[in-house]
């Protein structure tokens, strides 16, 4: 039966069979299959892997640190990272339409790679061992969601970013081909991947662009980033995790309302919570979080975040809603 170490045995072996001596690159996301994938292939073929890990700026506190430190430290992985913040933001620059931002954060993504893969490229072939490799997190419920029509309407195209275009210079490496999520998670621990890591709720390949309603610029993203961290801190706290699906944190960027702060009048911004339950978030309802979470949540954050003067809680269910306000 099941068991994560035999799991591992038998894909480390899988993957020394396809790869032999040659060089792999990967993808790091922050996410849970990128880090398990590159995890076990380092396992198999240890520095013939080379990791790519792109900071689009759109990520939340703490997530390059958690990679750049905590995933290294515990995987000994090579890493390059490319940091495409100053492109991601130019490119973005008076963008409000959500379709447009995640197509802008696909293609930019895809060129920040591209230039280092070049570099890495050539790198390996004046070595003497050509490049000839890419990981990919793929999962059981994506091959089959790939392979067969499952006819649900694309309400909105959702660039995996780290995943990347089907490139045809390399062959692929899907070490999770046959895994379910919790099983990945499983293989992780195993492995000693940070709990961050392997542990985490979802969260979209766009990131934060698609979290600020309006045109994402570098001041916006700091609030929002400052906002998130904040319930996510009170969230885990609270112990909450486990009950909550994910918790997507939205500023109104454009909306600004009257408040009052000290002697003062404020016209700032609002924070949306948007903590859903569900299984698969193909539907949702939204969390009964207790009110005194909710109130520790506001508290700090009209208190803790610049130009942010009032919370509000989201309680639509998906349907109608979407988990994601974008
Ligand atoms: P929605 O908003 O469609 O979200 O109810 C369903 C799940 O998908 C995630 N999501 C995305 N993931 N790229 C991703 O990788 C995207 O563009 C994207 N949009 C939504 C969302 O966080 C939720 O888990």
Not at 128 to 133: A, I, L, S, T
Not at 188 to 209: S, Y
Not at 306 to 326: A, F, H
């Amino acid at each position: 039966d099941w068991n994560s170490g035999n799991v591992i045995a038998e894909q480390v072996a899988r993957i020394r069979a396809q790869v032999g001596g040659g060089r792999v690159l990967s993808a790091l996301s922050g996410g849970v299959d990128s880090a398990v994938s590159t995890a076990l292939v380092h396992e198999a073929v240890g520095d013939q892997l080379v990791a790519v890990f792109v900071d689009h700026g759109l990520l939340r506190k703490g997530e390059r640190e958690q990679v750049e430190n905590d995933y290294v430290a515990s995987t000994g992985v090579r890493l390059v990272t490319v940091d495409a913040r100053e492109r991601f933001l130019s490119a973005l620059e008076g963008v409000s339409d959500p379709e447009q931002k995640r197509k802008i954060i696909g293609r930019e993504f895809i060129r920040a790679f591209e230039q280092v893969q070049a570099d890495l490229i050539a790198e390996a072939a004046a070595e003497g061992e050509p490049m000839r490799f890419l990981v990919q997190g793929t999962l059981y419920p994506d091959v089959v969601e790939s392979g067969g029509g499952s006819g649900t309407a694309n309400i909105k195209s959702h660039h995996n970013v780290g995943g990347l275009p089907e490139d045809l210079q390399f062959e692929l490496v899907e070490p999770l081909r046959t895994l379910f999520k919790d099983e990945v998670r499983a293989i992780g621990r195993e492995l000693g991947l940070p709990e961050a890591i392997v542990g985490r709720q979802p969260f979209p390949g766009p990131g934060l662009g698609i979290r600020i309603v309006g045109e994402v610029t570098a001041d916006r993203l700091e609030i929002l980033r400052d906002a998130d961290a904040i319930a996510r801190e009170e969230l885990t706290k609270a112990g909450l995790d486990g009950e909550i699906w994910q918790c997507p944190v939205v500023l109104l960027a454009d909306v600004r309302s009257v408040g009052v702060q000290g002697d003062g009048r404020t016209y700032g911004h609002p924070i949306v919570l948007r903590p859903v339950s569900s299984e698969d978030a193909m539907t949702a309802d939204w969390t009964r979080l207790p009110y005194d979470v909710l109130s520790r949540i506001s508290n700090r954050i009209t208190n803790e975040v610049k130009d942010v003067n009032r919370v509000v809680l989201d309680v639509t269910s998906k349907p109608p809603g979407t988990i994601e306000w974008e």
